[in-house]
């Protein structure tokens, strides 16, 4: 992979794939049906969601043939990969299964209808998975051992070795095993999605009954507990030395098959669909928790979306499988190396290994906060605006926000949302205490919130025990927004503090993913806030809201509306122009805004981390937008949006992208920064998040993405902005020419 272009790999696997088709129609006339399909793509004014977020997962591998990268940052994203794919199957692709398995009608943005798009998606992730064993075995594999490490096979161990693990297997491994047969006395077992299979076909040792006859063979299946680590390791002193655990368990599996001859041991391993939806209904109390738990249970046995195998298995292990789980070759994928890559944590987070990770810079305080102020952080909120951005500046002050709000004997409630949580949360243990405190806790938590509902629902209910008013979530709709309001007496009067963010209320994540938070005492701010957890606990339906706009009401409309003002700016020579940096564009009647817009002269800056459907620079469409995504060492998840309102900015920042579900099927918040020194800080992070020339690509007309070039200085802004300067704050611009701003 080049400086220039991301990895020629993926996008022309792709591109051959689609060229290469050739069958024969019942007129036995030659057609290319996959030009057709790219055809199909190329012409549409909106580009795939699907495709768009594969193209996101390649510019996460493309990190993994970063040259001034280290073979352990290189594993890491490598198995950011794995994990993120494993999620697109379970989620993405098995909602596509929800139209296929029910006969439902589904066109893609590409113009696609449900199956030609299952096999287009299914046969382009098939290419990914290609190239990631090529960039492994090729890259990566080579460079192991000079590191300090090896992955081997089982025949490469010496007879110390072979002793320790038969030991190993005997001991530990083996009382967890159970092999499950499959026949016409046995029901065919469930196998759990992620785990380690292996499958195997054997015979019985009687050479009279049906000896040459399929009649006589067995499948059965082993699945290799989850709660074992991927590779068993052995500790040398210049080298470690890991063993995949399936080569154990495989090499010694003829002890939970006495007597029985062994024709064939294939390793696979399966994803499920595990996507699923809260009904509306009447009854959303104690059945809303308990049919939330029904659907994490139905994941278990959720149809199959993905089976990942290794080469040249038992073709009637395959046509058994096939048949049971209704699958075929588009969602078959063969892999030659490791068949699960999320394994490589193990080596990444080895003891050994782990000083061999960037440590992270310290996280700085934010302009007018220090650790002197810290000690009355109510009295410095008070003074002046917070902003916080995350993780150059530091959680803390969030997190202690909290625990003195527990503590203090003049606040008198704490509200908050919650949506997903570290796994030994601050946050919890400080509203435990409040509520042991005698103050008043509501806490929203949605318990909806993708593979976070069993943790949610136990911190929930830990809360609810301890006499907090806890709501779970609002029924069908999801709760992303992320709002906080503590109520506190001081004197005769009661002063609201407010936390507003684009980010959870999670330590953890704060460290590895980018945010924006404001922390404010400002009146305006707490009533919105007040008056939406009424809403949200209650019944409350206020007419406006000052500083907030949210979802699923007002949101969209107000986000048109903006834009509309930019184009009737520009209509009347007036200048104009949009900066909007978020996770995700998906919401066809905000693109189709932003597409009238560039015809109306408006530049448009999007800074879209992972899915954008909306296609740059098309001729008479949209050659005045521009599209860059930035993939580096921390993930981005800020959302900040400007408009140049004839140059004086407005300026939002909140929880929502730009997507069908933030808009109708979540409650979201967009609140408007007011603080003129606030809103500069945000414009600079705007500025340089556009600068920035070693994590950032720039989207293509045709839906690819180009490295962006290092030409000038370079700009790393993960680096750059924990070392920033305050006072360039005072001097950002957007779209207005350097020389205009210089004079």
Known sequence: M???????????????????????????????????????????????????????????????????????????????????????????????YNYIDFNKERVDYSGLREGQFRKTLLATINSFYEERNRIYREELKPAFQKNGFQIIKYEDLNKEQLKEVEEYFDYTIYPMLTPMLCDHTHAFPILLAKNLILGVVSTE??????????????????????????????????????????????????????????????LFRILRNGDFSIEENDDMDADFVDEVKEKIKSRKVGRVVSMVVENNPSPWMMQIVQKKWEIDKYNIYINH???????????????????????????????????????????????????????????????????????????????????RLAKNSRITAALLRAAENGKHVSALFEIKARFD????????????????????????LKTHTKLMLIVRKEGPKVVQYAHMASGNYN??????????????????????????????????????????????????????????????????????????????????????????????????????RGICCLRPGRLGLSENIKVRSIVGNYLEHARIFYFHNDGHPRVFGGSADLMVRSFDKRIESLFEFVNPDIK?????????????????????????????????????IHDHFFDVNPDEFKTARLFIPEEVIAS
């Open 507 to 608: 330590e953890d994540t704060s460290k590895l993913y980018t945010d924006v938070g404001l922390l404010t005492a400002n009146p305006d701010y707490t009533h919105d806030i007040s008056e939406f957890f009424n809403v949200i606990t209650g019944h409350s339906q206020p007419g406006h809201y000052k500083n907030l706009i949210t979802s699923p009401k007002d949101m969209r409309l107000a986000l048109i509306n903006l834009i509309q003002n930019e184009a009737r700016n520009a209509q009347e020579g007036k200048p104009a122009g949009i900066c909007i940096k978020i996770n995700s564009l998906e919401d066809k009647k905000t693109i189709e805004e932003l597409y009238k817009a560039s015809q109306e002269g408006v530049k448009i800056e999007l800074i879209i």
């Open 337 to 419: 190396e490791l068949i699960d890559y999320t394994r490589v944590w193990q080596i990444v987070n080895h003891p050994e290994f782990k000083v061999e990770l960037p440590s992270q810079k310290p996280s700085i305080y934010p302009v007018n906060l220090n650790r002197e102020n810290m000690n009355n952080i109510f009295e410095a909120i008070r003074e002046n605006d917070i902003l916080l951005h995350h993780p150059y500046n530091t959680f803390e002050p969030v997190v202690q926000l909290v625990e003195k709000a527990a503590d203090d004997p003049n606040v008198l409630s704490i509200k908050l949302t919650i949506y």
């Open 453 to 476: 509902e069993e943790n949610n629902i136990k911190e929930a209910e830990k809360l609810q025990k301890a006499g907090c008013f806890v709501i779970y979530g609002i029924g069908w």
């Open 2 to 96: 080049g400086n220039t272009t991301e990895s020629k790999g993926f996008f022309s696997f792709f591109k051959d794939l689609l060229d290469s088709g050739v069958e024969t129609n019942q007129s036995s006339t030659p057609v290319n049906k996959f030009s057709k399909t790219q055809e199909s793509i190329d012409k549409s004014n909106l580009l795939s969601r699907d495709f768009s977020w594969m193209k996101f997962n390649m510019r996460v591998l493309d990190q993994v043939t970063n040259p001034s990268l280290n073979i352990f940052e290189k594993l890491k994203f490598l198995a950011i990969t794995a994990s993120n794919l494993d999620e697109f199957f379970t989620v993405r692709v098995g909602s596509l």
């Open 205 to 266: 040792n009687q050479t009279t009954l049906f000896p040459e006859n399929e009649e006589n063979k067995k499948l059965s299946f082993v699945q290799i507990p989850s709660n074992l680590p991927k590779f068993y390791t052995f500790e040398k002193e210049d080298c470690v030395i890991f063993l995949p655990i399936e080569q154990i368990v495989r090499n010694q599996i003829q002890k939970l098959y006495r007597n029985v001859n062994i024709e064939s041991i294939d």
């Open 680 to 716: 500069q800080q945000l414009i600079y992070i705007l500025k340089m998040n556009l600068a920035d020339n070693v994590n950032a690509y720039e989207l293509q007309e045709n839906g690819e993405y180009h490295k962006v070039g290092k030409s000038g200085a370079v700009i790393n």
